[in-house]
């Protein structure tokens, strides 16, 4: 089943383009991470997922129009929006209540299960949490939704290290399965490279980059150069290199002919895996090393458009 | 307990095609204005404090004016005149209340952005915007009726006690203070002026708080205050303001104002002669203007 299907979806602001065109299409069961700088599109095209945003083009979510049916969407799907949203004056007991009123797909118990493996106490009100304990707070709401789609616009913004591993961990162990689908936008790709099926990088409203990771991972491969083969790697043209204490990391697409946001066709190797191994170590790049390579190739103003 | 309650009546829901869609109605409605009644506690609290003060105040009285007095007739005088002046303060309280209320109902939740949580659940627009409006429009009325009532009660033992302990009787209070008129009355005019005269008035004041971007209060006395400006300078008439001062004075029911009920509260009573008034129809319409333009904006705007 497709969950999202979006094409040509623009989006303006002022004589700012948010939006360019986007193709976009999302089946059930995915896990979605989308990638980009700062002001890339990113929000604005999610908020035009969740109905609070107009828009032209073509856009269903779950066989809806969000705009115009946001509250029925709504059963379907939920949303935690960059970092705290949750009212501040609300007491965590009010927050149980509330929900459990005007959602008919809320499950209590699950949600005081989850908060009773945190510090969280039932009377205490939002502004008396700290962050890290808000954004456990919304996640325990959403999870207790039996919604199909999650969407999470910037959901680990600001937290330590701790509550971003155990996030995503509660997401992966109590919350998805394969009739779940869930979109994310982050800045921290280093928390995500394990926990998505899809990758998608983004920049001044187009897509640059759409693939699966199983293809990421047979289609880019890094290689730390042993110095004297330097020339020789190069020669095969990667599409990145860097310098690290000496060593140069290059990094590969193994089909550059396939433009990028094109499903690529995985058996035949445009630069050969075994005449790489021949000149370095080889490893699978990290989702970071990858956006600066296909951004810093798609040069110009980075923070050119608006969120 | 709780869990189990709410658990309950889920599981039917969830299997039925129908029933959800009856939830969708009237659930979602209850748990907003509830909302707002834990989000906005001066609702209660400010005719509360109006009331206490008041009865404190004729606590005061009783105790020192009341008994100060020798000539007894003067005395009966003292405690039965608070009465109107009670209801009074408590009915202001409560418009003093909605107006504020409503300017920041929609307006709060988009400052502190709290409005991406409101929206990330299936509440519709418009039964947002109606459980904000049923603050001020219906809400506010009937809790400062109930308020007054009790006051009133409570003033009226207050006074029986202190006539008794005095040695006097009491009954000349319970008969001479009409409260039972004066309460068919307010109810009245609670339902008449404050629920549906003033409806344009609170629907205008949501319907900026959906709009501004800061400084609603401003907003929402500029441009009335402008047209009535540029009526006087262009045309020299004043149409403009003294229709929004009949809008203020209660309009074919300010003779019903609590203030002059002592002369003889039934025979204000004029429904026949408030429906009829254009005034009162032309108000809901512009009430239900306002109102629809409020849901789409909410509708369109975001966290400021």
């Known amino acids: 089943m497709t969950v999202i299907e979006a094409r040509g979806l623009r989006k303006a602001f002022g004589t700012t383009t948010a939006l360019d065109g986007v193709n976009l299409r999302v089946e059930e069961g995915r ?49 935690i929006a960059d970092v705290a949203v949750l009212p501040r004056w609300m007491r965590v007991s009010q927050a149980l209540d509330y929900v459990a009123g005007v959602h008919p797909r809320f499950d209590r118990a699950k949600a005081e299960g989850f908060l009773a493996k945190t510090d969280i106490r039932h009377t205490s009100k939002v502004r008396e949490l700290s962050k890290g304990m808000v954004t456990q707070l919304h996640l325990a709401l959403v999870m207790a939704i039996d919604a199909k789609l999650l969407v999470l616009d910037e959901p680990t913004l600001g937290l330590d290290i701790l509550y971003r591993k155990q996030f ?68 095969l043209k990667p599409i990145h290199q860097r310098q690290v204490l000496g060593r140069s990391i290059l990094l590969f697409d193994l089909k550059p002919d396939l433009k990028s946001d094109l499903k690529s066709d995985l058996k035949s190797d445009h ?24 951004m810093g190739n798609n040069t110009g103003q980075m923070q050119g458009a608006a969120r | 307990m709780n869990t189990q309650s709410n658990a309950m009546p889920e599981s039917p829901l969830g299997s039925q095609g129908i029933a959800p869609a009856a939830m969708s109605e009237t659930r979602p409605m209850y748990w907003s204005v509830r909302r707002e009644l834990w989000e906005n506690r001066s609702i209660y609290i400010a005719p509360l404090a109006v009331a206490a003060v008041t009865v404190f105040g004729f606590l005061i009285a009783t105790i020192g004016r009341a008994m100060s007095t020798t000539d007894l007739a003067q005395r009966r005088a003292v405690l039965e005149e608070p009465y109107t002046f009670a209801m009074f303060l408590i009915m202001g309280a409560a418009f003093v209340v909605g ?78 203070v009409p409260l039972f008129q004066m309460w068919m009355m307010l109810l009245y005019h609670m339902v008449a002026v404050h629920m549906i005269w003033y409806a344009p008035i609170y629907c205008w004041m949501l319907l900026v708080s959906a709009w501004t971007r800061r400084a609603a209060f401003l907003w929402a006395i500029l441009p009335p205050l402008a047209i009535g400006i540029v009526e006087k300078l262009a045309f020299n008439t004043k149409h403009f303001a003294s229709m929004m001062q009949y809008r203020f004075s209660g309009g074919p029911e300010a003779v019903g104002m609590p203030g002059s009920l002592k002369i003889d509260p039934m025979t204000h009573l004029t429904p026949g002669h408030f429906l009829s008034s254009p005034g009162m129809w032309a108000g809901l319409i512009v009430a239900a203007i306002f109102l629809a333009v409020t849901v789409r904006l909410r509708r369109y705007q975001g966290p400021i």
């Open chain 2, 99 to 176: 107006i504020f209320y409503s300017l920041d109902a929609l307006h709060g939740e988009r400052r502190d952005r709290s409005i991406l949580f409101w929206k990330s659940l299936p509440v519709s627009d418009l039964t947002t915007v109606l459980s904000k409006a049923s603050v001020p429009l219906v809400i506010l009325p009937l809790f400062s009726f109930a308020l007054t009532v009790a006051t009133q009660l409570i003033m009226l033992l207050l006074g029986s006690t202190v006539l008794l302990a005095s040695g006097l009787s009491a009954a000349p209070l319970w008969t001479r």
């Open chain 1, 31 to 79: 896990i979605l991470g989308i990638i980009g700088p700062n002001g890339a599109g990113k929000t604005t095209a999610l908020n035009a997922v969740l109905g609070l945003t107009p828009y032209q083009g073509e856009l269903r979510v779950l066989g809806r129009d969000p705009w115009t049916e946001r509250d029925q969407l709504m059963r379907d799907v939920c949303f």
């Open chain 1, 271 to 294: 630069v050969d895996r075994q005449k790489l191994a021949t000149l370095g170590d080889l490893r699978t790049p990290g989702i970071a090393d990858l956006f600066v390579a296909v």
């Open chain 1, 168 to 235: 995503y961990d509660s997401l992966l162990n109590d919350y998805f399965d394969r009739s779940r689908t869930i979109v994310v936008t982050t800045h921290q790709v280093e928390d995500v490279q394990n926990v998505l099926t899809d990758l998608m990088f983004i920049q001044r409203g187009r897509i640059v980059l759409d693939c699966s990771m199983e293809e990421f991972e047979s289609r880019y491969l890094e290689v730390t150069v042993h110095p004297e083969r330097v020339a020789a790697a190069r020669a």
